[in-house]
């Protein structure tokens, strides 16, 4: 059966190659993307990719990611091997780093996905959340600057909204932290705003604050790959599907929302990727950018029975799922005004809960194990 997702998949295949051919005759930028082979930062790379702008330079752990990502991706651009390169690089390991940026001298703009990202575990071991994320970023910032690679686009999170007093949360909302994880991402920016101020002339930031990414490329083959217990909701109810999981938690049922759940903006990858082309796009046309937080969301709340009837639909049976009690620093609702991307990078989210769910699903339905094991679809 083929589907409205695996047709858009199939109409933008066939057009790609007559997308880059005929694309004006800039010169290829080299990109640095850490943390490229995890979720976001592996479909980030797919459309940097498909652009025919950009050389794409890989750095990564591979702690919670693995080569396989970037060889799909590979295989789903069709580029190049020159144009996608990757080397095993801890950011904060500052020798490590020095060589792969002397390697690839071409490299003058930097996507940093690079992190830990586990709010549950930020709490239990606050100074690895530190450690990691906040020294690899300084390390970061003093190679690049270093080298004068002033484009910077940074990985940030609504998380630095704390509890928001108004929606739909606006870039001007004060900002606070509720737990490390959030603190180290708050940290970060507050630190690239005073490297911007101490020398305007040295830096071009976009601080890119997403707010839950979910779904999966469009093919099936790239996707969320979380290991252990996912953190988040939607891999956890793909996994429960799947049946990799027995049941889903549902933690309240009593919010001050239409039927009772939390409600927050969740936002295809694929649509957050292109957020962070757009973005490169603008720093590259525009030196005068500064340093400027950017919400990237739909403007939409959807509550979390709302996304299990999503799934369901996808699948074509119900998602089990048990009512537990609240926990402790969720908000009923949170959810973006995403004005400023528009207005300011020309991009908005043009992919809705069906696409979400229905790409999420053919991902985790062809790979139950993840990366780890595929299953070959007969057509």
């Not at 970023?137 to 910077?152: D, G, M, Y």
């Not at 601080?207 to 779904?215: A, V």
Request: hydrophobic content about 35%.
């Amino acid at each position: 059966m083929v589907t409205i997702s695996s047709f858009r998949y199939l109409i933008c295949s066939l057009l790609l190659p007559v997308a880059v051919a005929f694309a004006a005759p800039n010169p290829t930028r080299t990109v640095l993307v850490t943390g490229g082979a995890g979720y976001i930062g592996s479909h980030t790379c797919v459309e940097l990719l498909q652009t025919g702008k950009y050389n794409v330079v890989v750095v990564d752990t591979l702690d919670n990611s693995c080569m396989e990502s970037l060889e799909r991706v590979r295989e789903l651009t069709g580029c190049p091997k020159e144009s996608l390169a990757f080397r095993k690089c801890d950011i904060r390991d500052e020798e490590t780093l020095q060589s792969v940026l002397d390697e690839f001298p071409g490299i003058d703009s930097c996507i940093h996905f690079a992190g830990l990202k586990a709010v549950g575990e930020s709490v239990a071991n606050p100074l690895m959340y530190y450690d990691c994320n906040i020294g690899g970023t300084t390390t970061l910032l003093e190679n690049l600057s270093a080298r004068k690679i002033k484009n910077f686009v940074f990985s940030s999170s609504a998380t630095v909204y704390g509890d928001p007093e108004k929606l739909p949360i606006t870039e001007d909302s004060d900002l606070s932290a509720t737990n490390p994880y959030g603190r180290t991402k708050l940290f970060i920016e507050e630190i690239l705003r005073d490297c911007y101020a101490s020398n305007p002339e040295l830096w071009n930031i976009l601080i890119l604050r997403y707010f839950n990414p979910i779904g999966a490329h469009p093919s099936g083959r790239i996707g969320e790959d979380p290991q252990g217990i996912p953190n988040n909701l939607m891999p956890f109810v793909a996994q429960v599907c799947v049946g990799r999981r027995e049941k889903l938690s549902v933690f309240g049922d009593d919010y001050d929302t239409p039927d009772g759940t939390g409600v927050r903006d969740y936002i295809h990858v694929v649509d957050l990727a292109k957020g962070h082309v757009a973005a490169l796009e603008k720093l590259y046309t525009d030196e005068s950018v500064g340093c400027e937080a950017v919400n990237l969301g739909t403007g939409k709340g959807v509550s979390v029975l709302e996304l299990v009837e999503g799934m369901a639909k996808a699948t074509g049976k119900p998602v089990p799922y048990e009512i537990s009690p609240r926990r402790p620093g969720d908000v009923a609702a949170v959810w973006a005004n995403p004005d400023l991307a528009q207005n300011m990078l020309g991009w908005k989210a043009e992919l809705g809960i069906t696409e979400m769910c229905e790409d999420t699903w053919r991902w985790q339905s062809t790979n139950p194990m993840g990366y780890k094991e595929e299953i070959v679809v007969e057509n």
